[in-house]
């Protein structure tokens, strides 16, 4: 008999969010701008922000780990692989998977960071299931994570009103029986750097008081520039990785679109022919999380996913980075 082929497969899901609801009538008051304007633009009500001095994305990062492992009752020390997406780093170096990978005591792993801004999470996931496919590892955790209120400006209305701070992560584990990670396309397209960056803070332009004097370590975005982009190149991927996998719409059992704009989300489940109840949507409560979106709506919606479930996760953001990855779920959660 042919040894069966191993995929990566989620076993586990876990998310954070900080306490701290940031609402759009609070925004009010820091901005010109309107709970109107920004539901009927976004789709957001309120996002979450990690307010405690001296905390990091490795902190929401590691309660997430430490959360998904006592849930999973695994010690963390059986973690192989723990891969963190992130634009936040807790610092330019080390890693933040590394410092999540201690403070959550993964004392066994090795540990790296992935930067694809809001595809993040999905260039993180296809990373981590070629490690477990591999046949050497057999505990790959991957985590989203963003601090974005660390670099939002907020007296920007255009940039301040979207982003949001969480976390979420996954535990892969090998499968024999063809679930978990099946299928993924992603892309990415550096010329778009002009219209979604961060200025300062590199090597190009490093730290000095007049970066600061311009508020360049914050969030540049061209905004229409970026959704016409995002609409277009997410539709296409999610009806790509569709078709390469022969599914319909029939077939299809949840779009989990990032949560960059409820339009986005709109015009994909419309050109996947998906109605919006098979689309997993929390933008109006946490807001752009960054790498965080994805794996926050697997979490909330895990009770109600079944094994065999064909879902399809996608995403665009900074770089640009784009791309979608077919998950047949692995498991039935216990009521
Ligand atoms: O996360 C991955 C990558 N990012 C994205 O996918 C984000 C893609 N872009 C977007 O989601 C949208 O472009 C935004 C939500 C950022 C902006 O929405 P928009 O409909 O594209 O608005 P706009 O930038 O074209 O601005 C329309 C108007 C402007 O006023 P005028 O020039 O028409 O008088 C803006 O100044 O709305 C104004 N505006 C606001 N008004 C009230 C911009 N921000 C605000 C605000 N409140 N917060």
Redesign the pocket.
């Known amino acids: 008999m042919p040894m069966s082929k191993l995929t990566a497969a989620i076993t586990a899901v876990q998310g954070y969010v900080p306490d701290y609801v940031l609402t759009n009538e609070e ?1 009010e008051k820091m ?4 709970d109107e ?2 539901q009927s ?2 789709g957001i009500k309120e996002r979450r922000i990690l307010k405690e001095p001296g905390k990091g994305t490795s902190d929401m990062g590691a309660e997430a780990v430490r959360r998904l492992c006592a849930k999973k009752n695994i010690d963390p020390s059986e973690i192989d692989v723990l891969i963190c997406a992130t634009v936040t780093p807790d610092h330019q170096f080390p890693a933040t998977a590394n410092l999540i990978a201690d403070k959550a005591g993964a004392v066994n792993s090795w540990s790296f960071d992935i930067m694809a ?2 595809s993040g999470f999905l260039y993180a996931l296809e990373t981590g299931s070629k490690f477990i496919e591999s046949g050497k590892y057999k505990k790959v955790v991957v985590v989203g994570a963003d601090k974005m209120s660390s670099i939002i400006d907020y007296t920007d ?6 982003f949001g701070d969480g976390a979420g992560a996954v535990l892969l584990e090998p499968d024999e029986t063809g679930h978990g990670i099946v299928d993924s396309r992603l892309y990415s397209d550096g010329s778009g750097v002009v219209h ?1 960056h961060q200025k300062a803070g590199g090597s190009v332009k490093p730290a000095s008081h007049e970066t600061i004097d311009a508020r360049e370590h914050f969030v540049y ?1 061209e ?5 016409k ?3 277009t190149r997410m539709a296409d991927v999610s009806v790509e990785i569709m078709e390469r996998n022969h599914l319909t719409s029939d077939d299809v059992a949840w779009l989990v679109p ?1 949560q ?2 409820l ?2 989300i709109d015009a994909t489940a419309q050109r996947m022919g998906l109605d919006t109840s098979k689309v997993m949507i929390n933008i109006q409560r946490y807001g ?1 999380t ?1 790498a965080g979106t994805i794996p926050l709506c697997l979490w909330e919606w895990e009770p109600k996913l079944k094994r065999g479930d064909n879902i399809i996760l996608s ?4 770089g640009f980075t784009w791309g979608a990855v077919l998950v047949k779920w692995a498991y039935d959660t216990p009521q």
């Open positions: 925004l901005v010109d701008t309107n304007w920004i633009r976004t801004a809001c209305r255009a940039t301040c009103i979207i979604l975005q905004g229409k520039h970026v959704f982009f995002a609409v990032h960059a704009n339009r986005i752009n960054t995403a665009f953001g900074g």
